[in-house]
């Protein structure tokens, strides 16, 4: 591990100087992480840079071939699939421990073109309980499966899911240090069958929130990342800095988003809303990063001596592409064609174009490895900090964004007990709907019991945390929860339309996920050099 580079342990002209080009070995010594990470200082949650790594170093290497719908109860070094959901989602729940928590596994079929799944895909959603608004939500996801052929799939997407992690890390810790909980419902998806058409996105969205689609705020999609700003191809100094690439729902009609102009215009004008706050967070988290003293990247020169540079100034903010969503092919598309705002956070993706940057990382490829990742951040396949850096700038644009009271807010811990209302699936008239009182739990005493009385609306009452009901008729009703519990009472009420055909979200790119991809012979893949190492320049009380 690097060294830090403490205010008092060298003069700060030695700093300066690195920072204006002056020559330094390979050991340098230089910060991996910041003196903190709980936030107060910048006025959000704060990611730790190290824990996004680590975890993405041990899930890509431990949980390996994760072809979603052939997992039958296999070791993980043969078909990892589950065993990364089952690690996901107890690390999920224990960064979020004290916020009421709660996982669903939710289960559908899937498969490729030609062969059929075995075993039934599903989707992981892990639900903190909202404040003030718990109807209301927003959904961070990502993928976990791989291609037929993966090995790590450490790009596309294991850094989603370590993403994920790392958000729900620094804002478990923020909102235990500030005394607050989220104003907003918070559901983390990893989504299964993304490679095999977005087929567990689909099913979400056509099926699981289907009549909760109006109650999302916000969707963020944590999507093939590492390969991006502050890095630069190959750690070399000569190279410019990668591009990152933060998509956007758009504002009018496009052929991937046809549907947009017809958007109320109260739904177009919160995408306006959302696209203007994403915007924001770009100059708003390059602040943040060198307030929390991270000032400088040493990179290699074409004699293989490091020098450092300078990062997150505001004239490098160009390098951060913030645009419409015009390449689809991952989970947000079928959120944006519903009409929610979303956001895709990630780097390059122009490995199958006609004209690959330099950079193409080979995603859907067996060579989509930690150390290839690490190669294309620094030249050799030891940690990146570079990488690590990239992947921990998509944390904090998320914990920003979710920090804003427009997207999920926070609030003070209230008096009485927490509790929301679990996904509205499929609202159609007489079919028989499951609710469940999700994330219960009382902030003033953990060990409280709860009594969780329904009102559907139409006249009926029931009682329990599960429950069934079917709606008779078609109409709009008011879906009620009252939680009690020693502290106090709690509500949440739902609007629920009851219709004869609810809605059904097309995927244009059902049917030809083959299993196997065609490498691009315009790639060129390089080769590690092991001798090469690149450091973190920090600088207290930036």
């Known amino acids: 591990m690097a060294r830090r580079i403490f205010g008092l342990s060298i003069p700060i002209l030695c700093i300066l100087s690195l920072l204006m080009g002056q020559s330094a070995r390979a050991n340098t010594p230089a910060a991996t992480q910041p003196p903190?990470?709980?936030?107060?200082?910048?006025?959000?949650?704060?990611?730790?840079?190290?824990?996004?790594?680590?975890?993405?170093?041990?899930?890509?290497?431990?949980?390996?071939?994760?072809?979603?719908?052939?997992?039958?109860?296999?070791?993980?070094?043969?078909?990892?699939?589950?065993?990364?959901?089952?690690?996901?989602?107890?690390?999920m729940l224990d960064n979020l421990q004290g916020f009421g928590p709660q996982s669903w596994h939710d289960p559908f079929w899937s498969g490729w073109a030609h062969r059929p799944a075995v075993v039934p895909s599903f989707n992981v959603e892990v639900t903190v309980p909202g404040a003030i608004h718990p109807e209301q939500e927003v959904v961070i996801g990502c993928h976990y499966d791989a291609m037929a052929n993966s090995t790590q799939s450490a790009n596309d997407d294991t850094s989603g899911c370590a993403i994920e992690l790392g958000v729900a890390h620094a804002l478990g810790q923020y909102?235990?240090?500030?005394?607050?909980?989220?104003?907003?419902?918070?559901?983390?998806?990893?989504?299964?069958?993304?490679?095999?058409?977005?087929?567990?996105?689909?099913?979400?969205?056509?099926?699981?929130?289907?009549?909760?689609?109006?109650?999302?705020?916000?969707?963020?999609?944590?999507?093939?990342n590492g390969v991006a700003y502050p890095g630069r191809f190959l750690g070399n100094l000569a190279n410019p800095f990668m591009p990152y690439y933060l998509d956007l729902t758009p504002t009018h009609s496009t052929l991937l988003y046809p549907g947009i102009?017809?958007?109320?215009?109260?739904?177009?004008?919160?995408?306006?809303?959302?696209?203007?706050?994403?915007?924001?967070?770009?100059?708003?988290?390059?602040?943040?990063?060198?307030?929390?003293?991270y000032v400088g990247l040493t990179y290699h020169d074409g004699s293989g001596h490091d020098l450092a540079r300078p990062i997150f100034l505001p004239d490098q903010a160009s390098n951060i592409r913030v645009e419409d969503d015009k390449s689809g092919a991952s989970d947000e598309v079928l959120f944006s064609r519903a009409g929610i705002p979303s956001a895709t956070l990630g780097g390059d993706y122009t490995y199958y174009t006609n004209h690959p940057t330099p950079w193409a990382f080979p995603y859907d490829q067996p060579e989509d490895t930690m150390e290839l990742l690490n190669t294309y951040a620094l030249g050799g396949g030891h940690k990146s900090n570079a990488m690590m850096l990239s992947l921990a700038f998509t944390?904090?644009?998320?914990?920003?964004?979710?920090?804003?009271?427009?997207?999920?807010?926070?609030?003070?811990?209230?008096?009485?007990?927490?509790?929301t209302i679990s996904d509205v699936a499929y609202p159609k008239v007489n079919m028989p709907l499951a609710f469940h009182a999700t994330g219960a739990y009382d902030p003033h005493n953990p060990q409280a019991h709860f009594i969780f009385h329904?009102?559907?609306?139409?006249?009926?009452?029931?009682?329990?945390?599960?429950?069934?009901?079917?709606?008779?008729?078609?109409?709009?009703?008011?879906?009620?929860?009252?939680?009690?519990?020693?502290?106090?009472?709690?509500?949440?009420?739902?609007?629920?339309d009851i219709v004869e055909?609810?809605?059904?979200y097309p995927n244009q790119y059902r049917g030809f996920?083959?299993?196997?991809?065609?490498?691009?012979?315009?790639?060129?893949?390089?080769?590690?050099d092991d001798t090469l190492r690149d450091h973190i320049v920090y600088e207290s009380g930036s």
């Open 454 to 496: 329904w009102n559907f609306g139409d006249g009926n009452q029931a009682s329990g945390a599960d429950v069934m009901h079917t709606y008779t008729e078609t109409g709009h009703y008011t879906l009620t929860l009252i939680t009690t519990s020693s502290s106090g009472t709690s509500e949440v009420r739902k609007e629920v």
């Open 36 to 91: 903190s990470v709980s936030g107060p200082a910048i006025g959000f949650a704060a990611v730790d840079p190290d824990y996004i790594y680590n975890q993405l170093d041990y899930m890509a290497t431990h949980f390996l071939h994760r072809e979603s719908g052939f997992d039958t109860n296999l070791p993980p070094a043969v078909n990892g699939h589950d065993e990364l959901a089952d690690y996901w989602t107890h690390e």
């Open 261 to 293: 102009d017809k958007l109320p215009v109260s739904q177009q004008a919160k995408i306006r809303q959302f696209r203007e706050r994403m915007a924001q967070a770009v100059p708003a988290v390059f602040h943040a990063f060198r307030e929390l003293g």
């Open 501 to 504: 055909h609810p809605t059904q």
């Open 395 to 419: 944390a904090m644009l998320t914990t920003w964004a979710l920090q804003q009271p427009d997207i999920l807010g926070t609030a003070p811990v209230p008096s009485g007990p927490l509790a």
């Open 175 to 224: 909102w235990q240090h500030m005394h607050l909980v989220p104003a907003r419902t918070l559901r983390f998806v990893i989504f299964d069958g993304e490679e095999q058409d977005m087929i567990g996105s689909l099913h979400y969205v056509n099926t699981t929130v289907n009549g909760d689609l109006s109650n999302i705020v916000a969707m963020i999609n944590e999507e093939q």
């Open 513 to 528: 996920a083959p299993g196997i991809n065609s490498p691009n012979p315009k790639v060129h893949i390089p080769v590690p």
